[in-house]
């Protein structure tokens, strides 16, 4: 069994989809910018809040007004990143189970570091040893300086842990980390487009992952 489990926060722990689109197109809205459906923003999304409004402004926008959407962007997911997020069906009964067996539990996502905060207080108290976001000075995933400040933090060896994601970003953060990765098929992306990006091993649903945890290496 690992003594660490690292996990990606969006689309692996939480689905956040409804709150991400919600906000973002509220402030596409507002900018008077056309607004995208939630499936649009869900592949915008993996890379960081620059990036998902990167691509959700009309690609021709100047760098200055990209920061500026981003910077209203922020303040406003900030108010409403807990309207309709919600953890996914049996996320937090693992995470339980895995606490129980004495495994370590950490989240390095690269969600701005100020939700990450407030979402692991309001989902998931006590239950994290852990977690970090997108910070200043930091490079963010696939990057794997979160990772290695988590190994280094929690005292755990590269060959006794291991990273959970649903994207490609997670896959080649890894990767880059030189750790074992689990990819899950239920969050953000589709089981194909995580083996065409290079996952080898994929749970379908939380069941399939907690007999990976709880039995594997």
């Not at 919600?22 to 993996?46: C, M, Q």
């Not at 896959?171 to 750790?179: E, F, H, L, R, S």
């Not at 990819?183 to 990006?197: A, C, H, P, T, W």
């Amino acid at each position: 069994m690992y003594k660490l489990a690292i996990f990606d926060l969006d689309g692996t722990i939480l689905d956040t989809i409804d709150d991400l689109a919600d906000s973002t197109n509220h402030i596409l809205a507002i900018n008077n910018y056309p607004t995208h459906s939630k499936e649009d923003i869900r592949s915008f999304v993996g890379n960081g809040i620059y990036m998902l409004i990167k691509r959700a402004l009309p690609k021709d926008t100047a760098e200055e007004e990209v920061l500026n959407v981003q910077k209203q962007f922020s303040a406003y997911y900030k108010q409403h990143c807990c309207d309709k997020t919600k953890p996914y069906q049996g996320i937090i009964e693992l995470l339980e189970q895995l606490k129980k067996h004495s495994v370590k539990l950490a989240v390095v996502s690269n969600k701005g570091d100020f939700a990450v905060k407030i979402l692991m207080d309001d989902y998931f108290p006590n239950l994290f040893d852990y977690s970090v976001g997108e910070k200043e000075n930091v490079r963010k995933k696939p990057a794997p300086d979160s990772v290695n400040e988590v190994l280094r933090v929690l005292n755990v060896a590269l060959q006794d842990s291991v990273y959970i994601g649903d994207s490609e970003v997670d896959i080649q953060t890894a990767k880059n980390a030189k750790m074992d990765c689990i990819s899950v098929s239920y969050g953000f992306r589709e089981k194909q487009y995580l083996i065409d990006n290079g996952a080898t091993v994929i749970c379908d649903n939380i069941d399939q992952l907690k007999d990976l945890l709880l039995k594997g290496k």
